[in-house]
């Protein structure tokens, strides 16, 4: 793996208010601090599920391998470690956002994220969002948005988590994540490593996967300083290096080789008071890819890359305990370049507009609106609204409407590779989105029920012209809907705990032209998972079900649909109040079923990892 580190420091810029002179109002800072409030603050009559932290050390490092069994989003993977792509009820990958720390770092180049380059347990939290949210944050969140957060906490404490495993195909991973703080200072620095192989067997054939073997390093690092008793200032910062193989496909081998280079820095000065919070926030997110068409020649490639800067600022002000605005203005700076890639840049002003009504202790609302300037392309105003009402302790009815938005990438804008060319004259695609959710909880047993529809149009379509040259027009409509099901239960007898969680989703994503299902989209998705634990001693039990998808447009190509199983077990040795020892074993696909989730590219059969977790 080459070694060249991109890297970036942002120097906070401290402008001044006259409201910040009022010091009578000052307030002590809490304990802990949440990278993203709009999550928590702005969110009423909107699903957003948490992933424990749990649940996200007993799972493989990538982002994908934690999904795929706890969320409802199909996943498009080339094989373990390759490119992964999320489906969020029917929507394409580029309509799902990534927002880490309050930040959409959805690719500048292609308009998604590779699920398989985020690690997992740099994290305090991960969020689910369902629906649009295009409004708070910005292009791409039209099925749903996926959140990376971390927290900051201020007191006394050091401590440290060691994650070592190693699984079949020679596949050792890494992961050591360092935490302490003081009452004015907060750090965590985490490093997380990853290989293999990759060499399984295709089952039912004479073929391995040849050519699939990876690399990953993921560096993370949050500090906080509080500044005064009103005052902090943040800092967060990613870097990835990636380094993998093209594996083969059942019908052709692959020498082909890829490297990812990815670095996000984020400097936040707050101002915290008993009426309003202030924050300025200075962001500088970097990508860039190489890809050799001969993987054991390195002096060949092709490039691309993206640099981003952003300057945001927001005010919340609290009218009373019930009500709240929230103000902000954003200009982001774009670069883009490459070997294919006419240099292009663009310049987006924003303005964002979010209100939360607490009006009795039933029922609240919501309101946002966006707009958006810029000479690359006219944007549409964006306006959503929300509500939820108890109508009793056990049941809850909520609905959320809106407007959300994609931008065209600079692929789709600037490319001019061999027998394609972008096409600048783009329009952003948009949708109208609606749901309505229900949530009843008794005791112990919670049932959550969403429906939900979006209209979309002016999907970016890659189509040839007259002279067989591919460019993207604005051509394709279509519309989503469907019903998902979330319903989890605990049980305690004495020292035994007994969990049970299991999620249904049917998704109907017709393109409106033909009247066909879109590819990739199965119409239904289960999951579902057995836990539990005694003293020390734990087990899990995972499903997973996909119903058939298509492969081709008119739905005459087709993957059979498939259910696999995964079995863990947990013994802590050591369980002190400061350190604990945790060794894990799991088999994943018990059943050793055949399967892929794209034509051609067969996942593994039955397969083993062992991993040690060590806190102190």
């Not at 580029?94 to 998604?112: D, E, P, R, Y």
């Not at 990815?262 to 008993?274: D, K, Q």
């Not at 300025?280 to 990508?287: G, P, S, T, Y």
């Not at 899990?540 to 005459?556: A, G, I, K, M, R």
Request: a neutral charge; one cysteine or more.
């Amino acid at each position: 793996m080459r070694q060249n580190i991109y890297s970036f420091y942002v120097v906070l810029c401290i402008c001044m208010s006259p409201l910040y002179a009022q010091v009578d109002a000052l307030q002590v800072l809490p304990e802990v601090l949440l990278s993203d409030v709009k999550l928590r603050d702005f969110s009423q009559g909107i699903t957003v599920t948490r992933v424990t932290d749990s649940v996200i050390t007993r799972s493989k490092t990538a982002l994908t391998d934690l999904l795929r069994y706890q969320s409802l989003i199909y996943f498009r993977e080339n094989g373990p470690g390759g490119v992964s792509s999320p489906s969020f009820r029917g929507t394409t990958a580029q309509q799902t956002a990534v927002v880490w720390n309050g930040i959409n770092i959805n690719s500048q180049l292609n308009g998604q994220t590779d699920f398989n380059t985020i690690a997992t347990r740099n994290y305090d939290h991960i969020d689910i969002r369902s629906g649009g949210g295009s409004i708070p944050y910005g292009s791409g969140a039209i099925g749903g948005s996926i959140h990376l957060n971390n927290t900051l906490s201020f007191r006394s404490f050091f401590e440290n988590k060691l994650t070592l495993s190693y699984g079949s195909f020679n596949t050792p991973s890494g992961t050591i994540k360092s935490r302490f703080g003081t009452s004015k200072f907060y750090g965590d620095i985490a490093v997380d490593y990853t290989r293999s192989d990759n060499d399984f067997e295709f089952l039912d054939t004479a073929l391995f996967n040849e050519n699939g073997d990876y690399e990953n390093t993921n560096l993370n690092a949050n500090f906080g300083f509080t500044l005064a008793r009103n005052q902090i200032l943040k800092i967060h910062h990613n870097t990835f290096f990636g380094d993998r193989n093209f594996s083969r496909t059942l019908t052709a081998p692959s020498d082909d080789g890829y490297e990812d280079r990815n670095t996000r820095s984020l400097v936040e000065w707050a101002i915290l008071n008993p009426k309003f919070d202030s924050k300025a926030r200075l962001a500088h997110v970097f990508e860039q890819f190489e890809f050799f068409p001969s993987g054991a020649n390195r002096d060949i490639s092709t490039i691309g890359k993206a640099i981003r800067y952003t300057a945001n600022y927001d005010f919340t002000y609290r009218f009373d305990e019930k009500k709240r605005l929230k103000t902000t203005i954003d200009y982001t700076t774009i670069t883009g370049d490459g070997t294919n890639i006419e240099r292009g840049t663009r310049s987006i002003f924003s303005a964002v507009a979010l209100w939360n009504h607490q009006v009795t202790d039933r029922w609240a609302y919501g309101a946002q609106i966006r707009q958006e300037v810029t000479d690359a392309y006219d944007s549409p105003l964006l306006i959503g609204v929300s509500s939820a009402y108890a109508f009793a302790k056990a049941y809850t009815l909520s609905f959320n409407a809106s407007r959300n938005y994609r931008i065209p990438t600079f692929n789709d804008t600037f490319w001019q590779g061999a027998g394609a060319i972008g096409n600048p004259n783009l329009l952003p695609e948009s949708s109208l989105q609606a749901e309505i959710g229900h949530t009843l909880q008794h005791k112990d047993l919670k049932l959550v029920l969403n429906t939900y529809y979006i209209q979309t149009e002016d999907l970016i379509v890659w189509r040839p012209n007259g002279q067989n040259i591919w460019s993207p027009i604005n051509v394709a409509e279509s519309r989503n809907y469907g019903a998902e099901v979330n319903a989890n239960y605990t049980y305690k007898y004495a020292s035994h705990l007994f969990t049970l969680s299991g999620n249904y989703a049917y998704t109907i994503a017709e393109d409106e032209e033909t009247g066909n299902q879109l590819i990739y989209v199965p119409k239904q998705k289960i999951t579902g998972s057995i836990g539990y634990n005694y003293n020390r001693f734990s087990a899990f039990y995972q499903f997973l079900y996909n119903d058939e998808v298509y492969t081709t447009t008119d739905n005459s190509g087709t993957l059979t649909g498939y259910a696999v199983s995964n079995l863990g077990i947990d013994y802590s040795l050591v369980k002190k109040e400061k350190q604990r020892v945790v060794i894990s074993l799991q088999a994943r696909n018990i059943f050793n079923k055949n399967y892929q989730t794209i034509a051609f590219r067969p996942n593994p059969g039955r397969n083993f990892l062992i991993q040690t977790t060590y806190t102190f």
